[in-house]
């Protein structure tokens, strides 16, 4: 695949991921990456969580997990939790983080209390029929 398609399918992914995260009742979109000059640069950004993530977004039908939670977590700022959202097609997207991460999710240990915000997350849509 050619240099530009490449960048395309990242781009449709990207925005596919988006769009998941707005389905769940999250704003989201792309961020501004710089060729990985300076790491850093999160794939996808997603206003008002509740805990400060790295998001890698990854669509291929064979991923190497391991290359892809690699490149997150040397390229996640310090203090954010570096995460893979990744899909195949025609396939939901699924989350990968290292246990130890999602351990302290689940303890409450990854809220970001400096978000002074006294609302509550949104609520997920119903997608029952």
């Known amino acids: 695949m050619g240099k530009i398609n490449s960048r395309m399918k990242g781009k449709r992914g990207e925005l596919a991921a988006c769009s998941a995260w707005r389905e769940e009742g999250w704003e989201a979109r792309r961020s501004q990456q710089f060729c990985g000059a300076g790491g850093e640069s999160a794939d996808i950004l997603v206003e008002d969580l509740p805990a400060n993530l790295h998001i ?8 190497n997990l391991q290359q892809a939670m690699d490149q997150a977590r040397r390229d996640a700022a310090p203090g954010s939790t570096p995460i893979v959202m990744h899909k195949r ?3 939901p997207f ?3 983080l290292l246990f130890e991460d999602f351990c302290a ?4 240990d990854l809220l970001d209390e400096t978000n002074e ?3 509550e997350p949104p609520k997920k849509h119903d ?3």
Not at 56 to 63: D, H, I
């Open 89 to 91: 097609s025609r396939m």
């Open 127 to 129: 997608n029952t029929n």
């Open 117 to 119: 915000k006294t609302e």
């Open 56 to 63: 890698e977004v990854k669509c291929v039908e064979k991923l």
């Open 94 to 96: 699924q989350v990968t």
């Open 105 to 108: 999710l689940l303890r409450g």
